[in-house]
């Protein structure tokens, strides 16, 4: 193949852009860059009927938070411009007068009435309905206002997908599609063909719905004497449960949402890109760097893929531990200003570092900060049934659990260096001196401190706290329950 290649996505912005929108952003741009190719971004906005405003912005920031620059497009520019299909509209009036005098199109000012009519009726004759079949034996001139038909000429078609194989179809469901509707605006059905001809684009990533309009889309490339581009169907975004398609009820949300909710862009990529693909290999993460060296289309799945939020969560959760280790803190703490509680709002940066530091492994989204470091910042409520009632420690009365207190107080307070190892030293030396196990006196202490379901380690998260506040929290707590 020495053409170069060339993609695009060619998203509507009547939307959100979910995780199915996003996936057939991810393919197009790696089967581009692997190859040295051109990556376009092309905004199909003639309808706007359903037009959402900032959908645009929202589809151009998602991108480029994903790391998936286009080299034509908005903003970018380039020699195939306009990138919007509203701005094009002289383009595909110039290519459908080209089908009118090849006697290809027609202009059909059937009302919409009679065309309602004509379909009720081949229902009623349990006959498949194909508007050719009424077709208007004379037809004016045609203009914009007028809705302009493409004169099908029945027959069998056969093509080559590169996901789902070889593919054919018989003449019964060829039909005359609309081309330009009476607002003068195209129809998908055509712009998207004209736009991917003008802009050189050789291989048209898009979801397996549209297997069903290959017919006519095939007649339109035969009517119009150019040569096919490769197809590249990509099988269903699967619910968790279940064989339907991915909808906003099991989880379609908007990937900007998820960008909210903490997740990473290299994890999105990732797990995006291995949602109906894998190399063959057992490997889990990849840069986006080894995707486009890895990715290969004959290695797309050809049948549908289940989403599973809790693997997006597993594979951001190794991509945060992964960051972190590579960056170090001070690179990666920028990435989490926006996620820490409202109590740290006014904590010192360095602070909010050492806490980061220590609790970045047991993250599984960037806003789980939020639920697992306030204690780091405000003095816990105390609620001394979170002591009674843990498994390790609902055996010791309330005078034994104070007694214990008073211990680990007492021998935290000789400490004469406040670090993580020397408060290990005395921890340890505490299980000697008490006979306590490990779960039963770290249990008393980190719940004592956090008042949290979980916490990093004791040591840890004593050291960071400090020495004021550790002896002060354990000692109110020690109040509480002898004054109990």
């Not at 214990?404 to 406040?418: G, H, P, R, V, Y």
């Not at 202490?445 to 002896?471: K, W, Y």
């Amino acid at each position: 193949m020495t053409k170069q290649i060339t993609t695009r996505f060619a998203p509507s912005p009547t939307g959100y852009i979910h995780i199915g929108n996003v996936r057939s952003a991810i393919y197009p741009y790696l089967i581009a860059k692997q190859s040295g190719g051109t990556f376009i971004l092309r905004i199909e906005d003639t309808d706007q009927a359903r037009y959402v405003e900032g959908a645009t912005d929202l589809i151009k920031s998602t991108l480029q938070w994903l790391g998936l620059d286009w080299d034509e497009g908005p903003e970018v520019g380039g020699p195939h411009g306009p990138y919007f299909q509203t701005e094009r509209l002289e383009l595909y009036h110039q290519w459908a007068r080209k089908l009118i005098a090849a006697g290809r199109a027609y202009a059909d000012p059937t009302p919409s009435e009679t065309i309602a009519a004509y379909r009720a009726a081949d229902q009623a004759a349990k006959i498949p309905y194909l508007y050719r079949n009424h077709r208007p034996t004379q037809t004016p001139e045609w203009h914009p206002g007028i809705p302009l038909r493409f004169k099908s000429e029945p027959k069998n078609y056969q093509w080559q997908d590169l996901v789902m194989g070889d593919l054919k179809t018989g003449p019964e469901v060829l039909d005359d599609i609309v081309l330009i509707k009476a607002d003068g605006l195209p129809t998908y059905n055509f712009a998207h063909i004209i736009d991917d001809l003008e802009m050189g684009v050789t291989h048209i990533c898009r979801g397996v719905e549209y297997l069903s309009s290959m017919p006519n889309y095939l007649a339109l490339y035969e009517a119009l004497g150019v040569e096919r581009p490769y197809f590249i169907s990509l099988p269903h975004i699967l619910a968790p449960n279940g064989n339907k398609k991915l909808g906003k009820r099991d989880g379609a949300k908007s990937v900007d949402l998820y960008r909210q909710e903490g997740i990473l862009p290299e994890a999105m990529l990732n797990f995006l890109a291995c949602l109906g693909w894998n190399d063959g290999t057992e490997q889990e993460l990849y840069t986006k760097e080894e995707l486009i060296t890895k990715f290969r289309i004959d290695h797309i799945q050809n049948s549908g893929a289940h989403f599973d939020e809790v693997k997006l969560l597993w594979t951001n959760g190794q991509w945060i531990r992964r960051l972190f280790d590579e960056q170090g803190i001070d690179q990666f703490y920028p990435r989490t200003i926006d996620f820490w509680p409202e109590v740290a709002t006014s904590a010192p940066e360095e602070y909010k570092k050492r806490v980061l530091s220590i609790i970045y492994d047991r993250l599984k989204t960037l806003s789980d900060l939020r639920a697992m470091t306030d204690y780091f910042f405000v003095d816990p409520k105390i609620n001394l049934a979170e002591l009674t009632t843990n498994k390790f420690l609902k055996k010791f009365s309330e005078t034994e659990l104070g007694q214990l207190l008073t211990t680990s107080i007492d021998a935290l307070k000789q400490l004469q260096t406040w670090d993580a190892t020397s408060i290990q030293n005395t921890l340890n030396q505490l299980l000697v001196d008490t006979g306590k196990k490990t779960a039963e006196l770290f249990s008393l202490i980190r719940i004592s401190v956090s008042f949290a379901p979980f916490s990093p380690a004791l040591d840890l998260t004593l050291d960071v706290l400090g020495r004021e506040t550790v002896l002060a929290r354990l000692g109110a707590v020690r109040t509480a329950i002898l004054r109990d």
